[in-house]
T-cell receptor, first 118, second 109 residues
Framework: EAGVAQSPRYKIIEKRQSVAFWCNPI?????LYWYQQILGQGPKLLIQ????????DSQLPKDRFSAERLKGVDSTLKIQPAKLEDSAVYLC????????????????FGPGTRLTVL | DAKTTQPNSMESNEEEPVHLPCNHS???????IHWYRQLPSQGPEYVIH???SNVNNRMASLAIAEDRKSSTLILHRATLRDAAVYYC??????????FGGGTRVLVKP
């Protein structure tokens, strides 16, 4: 079974530029998550999709971050314009809603995109 | 979500057991105890989870206190590949994962 794919793996941009990250979840996984992980901290959830609908975007800085999952499969996270404090690893994860509390609740993470904003 | 408390770091010798504690005194009856780990330069990966009873799988064991206010992740024979940050997370079914700082495990050869 193929894992969660993300691209690019690394990106360096200057502040005020735009950047986009792509994620392809595990086939059949209806739920997709984007996390931000700042160096030395645990990942923080930015947005959660169930199929192509947003379930939780309470921690997404909506003035500069946007995300979409138009066909309920792959997803794109965009930052426009980027700030220095956006330097982080952006992780995508997916899960298949199965037995509540069971392994169906498990999230599978991609390798992440390391963003450096200069 | 209820909060967990973990030590910042732990060291172990290779091929010895590692016991990673996690305190969660405000756990609710619907919270599952999940453990994920993050190897260097990788995304987190699921390790194990449980509700009330101790759990075993091929990666680790999870020992849950009778009052559920604490738990311990046990790596039976640490290898160099087990060096990672281990996160203890309380999560109700269907709710989001909220990561804390985790415990950084160093395995010495």
């Amino acid at each position: 079974e193929a894992g969660v794919a993300q691209s690019p793996r690394y990106k360096i941009i200057e502040k005020r530029q735009s950047v986009a990250f792509w994620c392809n979840p595990i086939s059949g996984h209806a739920t997709l998550y984007w996390y931000q992980q700042i160096l030395g901290q645990g990942p923080k959830l930015l947005i959660q999709f169930q199929n192509n609908g947003v379930v939780d975007d309470s921690q997404l800085p909506k003035d500069r971050f946007s995300a979409e999952r138009l066909k309920g499969v792959d997803s794109t996270l965009k930052i426009q314009p980027a700030k220095l404090e956006d330097s982080a690893v952006y992780l995508c994860a997916s899960s298949h809603p199965g037995l509540a509390g069971g392994r169906g609740d498990t999230q599978y993470f991609g390798p992440g995109t390391r963003l450096t904003v200069l | 979500d209820a909060k967990t408390t973990q030590p910042n770091s732990m060291e172990s010798n290779e091929e010895e057991p590692v016991h990673l504690p996690c305190n969660h005194s405000t756990i609710s009856g619907t919270d599952y105890i999940h453990w994920y780990r993050q190897l260097p330069s990788q995304g987190p990966e699921y390790v194990i989870h449980g509700l009330t009873s101790n759990v075993n799988n091929r990666m680790a064991s999870l020992a849950i206190a009778e009052d559920r206010k604490s738990s311990t992740l046990i790596l039976h024979r640490a290898t160099l590949r087990d060096a990672a940050v281990y996160y203890c997370i309380l999560k109700a079914a269907g709710n989001k994962l909220t990561f804390g700082g985790g415990t950084r495990v160093l395995v010495k050869p």
